[in-house]
């Protein structure tokens, strides 16, 4: 049973930074991309940012750009995403994403690709 668990979500400031971790575990797969989506209050879901396996490449949504980072530890099965510069609109929940369908350097942005997905962790930007 393959799973993904967001951890590091919570309540910040304009202006604060706070690191998602997505941990995936009882993989049956060899290499897999990641992505993560968000979902927020009275919008729909939307594309934030994801990786491929080997980490070479990186994609991001147009409204995090500059402001968000992905990375991943693929000894620890870990995928990072660093958000810094919060604003409110960032308030949403956020969920990571699994595609172990493509190549090493491959990674989507459509969440139709993405087989796998955990719970997702809630993300709040105060004003």
């Known amino acids: 049973q393959v799973q993904l668990v967001e951890s590091g979500g919570g309540l910040v400031q304009t202006g604060g930074s706070l690191r998602l971790s997505c941990a995936v575990s009882?993989?049956?797969?060899?290499?897999?991309?990641v992505g993560w989506f968000r979902h927020g209050p009275g919008k729909e879901r939307e594309f934030v940012a994801a990786?491929?396996?080997?980490?070479?490449?990186?994609y991001y949504g147009d409204s995090v750009k500059g402001r968000f980072s992905i990375s991943r530890d693929n000894a620890k099965d870990t995928v990072y995403l660093q958000m810094n510069s919060l604003k409110p609109e960032d308030t949403a929940v956020y969920y990571c994403?699994?595609?172990?369908?493509?190549?090493?350097?491959?990674?989507?942005?459509?969440?139709?690709?993405?087989?796998?997905w955990g719970q997702g962790t809630q993300v709040t930007v105060s004003s």
């Open positions: 009882g993989r049956t797969f060899g290499s897999y991309a």
């Open positions: 994403a699994a595609d172990p369908t493509g190549p090493p350097s491959w990674a989507s942005l459509r969440s139709t690709e993405y087989d796998y």
């Open positions: 990786i491929s396996w080997s980490g070479g490449t990186a």
